[in-house]
């Protein structure tokens, strides 16, 4: 999942630039962010063409190495060998592999789908995207929440360096990292399902505000698994803008502290973490489809995990091939907002 | 039937509720208990039921899973049921049997219509148990030798069998016997399963295949006033722990499964009740007859003998399970469980019947168990442990589902395994067949063992009329079995759910089935 213009934590730094933001003479505003557009259009066909064919041929022929008959799956124990093949037959497991091959990608191509269910006959695609809109709603409330806690976190502790606060965001975030996803759920549902009563232990909640409500415990979830690596990165990050030259000159010029710390100091200290936040991503999505399980959620992931155990592979090929997609694009947006935040293009934009 | 449970229910509910409303409510469990306090069953609501697996498929002719039976059971009946003991009883029909047992007479109780409003004809019967028929590879086949199936009446349908066969009627009483309209009511087969009407009490409203599945009740129901509930909602809960939390908060009114584990805090929590029901099935050691180890009947006698049953009922029961001395379970007829025929725990005896075997310095081999039951990775480890005694070194595999059915159903290929035999029907022959008959599809649930003697014994059950006579048979053929030793049943565990307090005449049925029509909550 590697894109171009990632990077991790400390081998960038705001000032420095990284070659593909634009050459120092652009002319006009609207030409700079046309260009831009352009050469991030460009980027994603470069990257994506190449992961998403990746992953095709990865999801079809891993899934044909793992054990288990997904006819005798369906058909159940008493199922007649001549049954069990004229199944096989229709699922079209007979074919030569390559003409399977070229089936799967060429239903992926025509229909965006990786053909109906084996379990329930459904066509993958509409499976996967009555689902989607949970999972997403889990993916996006876990984002904000994981910005919201890491600016506060990461400012204070930067803001008393050694002090108590820095030792405290320093210390819990390590013990955070080493929980899993699954097991903060649990912990979650524990304190704040079952003994405060303020949130459901579990499933959705009817409504707009009882979906959202629902989601809150699963997103912080995923959020507080994500959160330990981002505050470590952004505090690294303000601690060495803090003591750069610029600072002490905007200071000495009587630039209000505020002015200074959302304007300069956090805008230029964020692109690491925010380029590191990009790596995360597949752990973001990962960590989503596994607390649905935790919170009894019906969204992709827990499609995917009835799915697995069904040896139903079209539904596991799509889910797969879906994630692999939300992943790229994701990845991509994170670059671009990383653009848009970097300062030099932003003092031209101005 | 045990119901250890309603005992405990009632002590539970009477801390919750005033003592009328739980007498009230408990004792109309029982069929001949009118409710007289006047605390009758309440009208309306909708019971949410958490439910570990999504409802695939509603053809009850070829998708009989557990997760769909219990769903095609709300909506599809058959002519014959059984109550809450495994007793048969009269359903959509009433019934009779000529004396030489080939012919049986079925007569549609008055007033018997599908949830669309129309009549049930003998037309609709008839093509509803011939479909079955003439489907091949049914989850759940009539073994019985059917001769002809025939309208006779305004109300009757006869069936003539080619030679008696007694466990008919409680084939017809399993979940792929329902009732469903003449040619699908003229809807296309396929359309029909995805919106079905039958006469159950139960009517499909929302589905997802993938989520919950919800019911409406049935306002043409032909037991009157049934169900009382307005609604019914399956709630698609993957995650156990979860499931059982759920219930804790009272955010479903009743669960589908309560682990053994967890069933003292069920049990001892006054805002829910443990709801316990004695199960037709036998968690066993089955062995590989075509393995050279356990193709010696003495291995497996000694084997036998150095299991210690009941340590791992107790262990892995936590109280709701009781121990299996022989194969049938005591849920259902003719069960030899008092009759002393299992192999007793006994280390020398043990080491006695291996002496006598081949391999009489002990061996190596493996043990395969399925990794979505927990309770059998805990039987493994003691099953390894005690036979380690008699020098038989046991290696524990764990497979996923799929690769469990793969290697051992499909291909034969393992030495020993633990798993579940389950019957379908309160007949003995069912459970009995399916472990004997290597010629079924199951080649003697997969250990390949077969017995002349057992098998003629199992042919005279099935065509002997129930009695005394009947009896004598089965305890010969649970007999015959302690002491071949091709499957060592271990225990019989019993159905546990579970439901908040305010939920009344929760109808579990032996064969994990519950009766929702007869359930209500008390406002």
Redesign the interface.
């Known amino acids: 999942m590697s894109v171009e213009g990632q990077h991790t934590v400390g081998d960038d730094r705001p000032q420095g630039g990284t070659g593909h933001r634009g050459s120092a003479d652009a002319h006009t505003p609207a030409r700079s962010v046309a260009r831009t557009l352009g050469r991030l259009l460009g980027r994603t066909v470069a990257t994506v063409l190449p992961v998403m064919i990746g992953v095709v041929v990865a999801v079809f022929f891993l899934l044909r190495l793992v054990?288990?008959?997904p006819a005798?799956?369906i058909?159940?124990?008493?199922?007649?060998p001549a049954?069990l093949d004229r199944l096989r037959e229709e699922m079209g497991l007979t074919l030569p592999l390559a003409e399977q091959f070229g089936n799967f990608v060429w239903g992926i191509i025509t229909r965006f789908d990786t053909g109906d269910?084996l379990?329930?006959?459904?066509s993958t695609r509409e499976?996967i995207l009555?689902?989607a809109p949970i999972s997403l709603g889990i993916v996006a409330l876990a984002v904000i929440f994981a910005v919201a806690l890491t600016v506060p976190l990461a400012l204070a502790a930067a803001r008393n360096r050694g002090g108590f606060a820095d030792q405290v965001v320093r210390i819990i975030p390590t013990i955070g990292m080493g929980m899993p996803t699954f097991w903060v759920g649990?912990l979650l549902?524990i304190v704040f399902?079952?003994q405060l009563?303020w949130f459901?232990?579990?499933?959705v909640a009817p409504g707009p505000l009882g979906t959202l409500w629902s989601l809150v415990l699963p997103a912080a979830a995923v959020a507080i698994s994500l959160v330990p690596p981002l505050v470590r990165s952004l505090r690294a990050q303000l601690l060495e803008v803090v003591d750069a030259d610029f600072v002490t000159t905007l200071r000495a010029a009587g630039v209000p502290e505020r002015t200074i710390l959302t304007r300069h100091i956090l805008r230029g200290a964020a692109l690491p973490t925010i380029a590191l936040f990009g790596v995360n991503v597949a752990y973001l999505i990962g960590g989503t489809l596994v607390v649905e399980?935790?919170?009894?959620i019906?969204g992709v992931g827990?499609?995917l995990?009835?799915s697995i155990?069904?040896?139903d592979f079209p539904v596991v090929q799509g889910i797969a091939l879906y994630c692999a997609i939300a992943v790229v694009l994701i990845t991509l947006a994170v670059d671009a907002l990383a653009t848009w935040i970097d300062p030099r293009l932003r003092g031209r934009q101005s | 039937m045990k119901f250890t449970a309603r005992a405990r229910g009632w002590r539970i509910a009477a801390v919750a509720l005033t003592a009328a409303l739980a007498l009230s409510g408990c004792a109309a469990e029982a069929p001949a208990a009118s409710s007289g306090s006047g605390e009758g069953p309440v009208s309306g609501g909708t019971l949410t039921f958490g439910r570990a697996a999504s409802v695939t498929d509603l053809d009850l002719h070829q998708q009989i899973t557990a997760n769909n039976a219990f769903a095609i059971d709300k909506i599809f009946e058959p002519l014959v049921s059984f109550d809450a003991d495994g007793k048969i009883i009269a359903w959509l029909a009433d019934y009779e049997v000529s004396g030489d047992g080939l012919t049986y007479t079925f007569t549609l109780h008055d007033g018997v219509k599908f949830s669309d409003g129309t009549e049930v004809t003998p037309e609709d019967v008839v093509f509803s148990i011939t479909r079955h028929l003439e489907m091949e590879g049914s989850p759940l086949p009539i073994e019985a030798p059917v001769d002809t199936i025939e309208a006779t009446g305004d109300r009757e349908i006869t069936i003539t069998l080619k030679s008696a066969y007694t466990p008919f009627l409680s084939e017809l009483a399993g979940f792929s016997n329902g009732v469903l309209p003449k040619d699908f009511g003229g809807a296309n087969e396929a359309e029909f399963f995805k919106s079905p009407v039958g006469t159950g009490p139960w009517v499909l409203d929302e589905w997802d295949p993938n989520g919950d599945l919800s019911f409406v009740k049935n306002e043409h129901y032909w037991q009157d006033g049934k169900p009382y509930l307005d609604g019914l909602v399956y709630k698609f809960v993957a995650d156990p722990t979860q499931l059982q939390q759920q219930l804790v908060a009272g955010q479903v009114d009743a669960v589908e499964q309560v682990p053994a584990a967890n069933s003292a805090e069920v049990g001892g929590n006054a805002a829910l009740q443990l709801i316990e029901a004695a199960g037709w099935s036998a968690d066993q050691v089955f062995f590989n007859t075509l393995n050279e180890h356990f193709a010696d009947e003495h291995v497996r006698r000694a084997i036998a003998h150095a299991i210690d049953r009941d340590g791992i009922a107790q262990a892995t029961g936590f109280g709701t399970s009781e121990v299996a001395n022989a194969l049938v379970p005591t849920a259902i007829e003719y069960s030899a469980n008092d009759q002393g025929y299992g192999l007793a725990y006994d280390v020398d005896a043990a080491k006695a019947e291996l002496a006598k075997s081949k391999f009489a310095d002990g061996f190596a081999t493996t043990l395969a168990i399925r990794n979505d039951r927990p309770e059998f990775a805990q039987i493994a480890q003691i099953v390894q442990e005690q036979l380690a005694a008699i020098d038989i070194d046991v290696t524990i595999e764990s497979l996923d589902y799929a690769v469990f059915k793969e290697r051992v159903y499909a291909n034969l290929d393992y030495d020993f395994m633990l798993n579940n035999g389950q019957a379908d029907a309160p007949d003995p022959n069912g459970i009995i067949s399916f472990q004997t008959d290597v010629t079924g599809f199951s080649k003697s649930y997969w250990t390949s063992f077969s017995d002349p003697e057992v098998n003629k014994l199992v042919e005279q059950g099935r065509t002997t009329a129930d009695g005394p006579e009947r009896e004598k048979i089965y305890f010969k053929i649970q007999k015959l079995l302690a002491e071949k030793a091709p499957f060592i049943p271990l225990s019989f565990p019993a159905n546990l759910q579970g439901t908040t307090a305010s939920v009344h005449d929760y109808t579990l049925l032996p064969n994990g089935s519950v009766r929702f029509q007869d359930a209500w909550i008390a406002q």
């Open positions: 054990p288990g008959d005798a799956m058909l159940g124990d008493r199922a007649t049954q269910s379990i329930t006959g459904v499976a009555a689902k649990l549902i399902a079952v009563g459901p232990v579990g499933g399980k935790v919170f009894g019906g827990t499609l995990f009835q155990g069904s040896r």
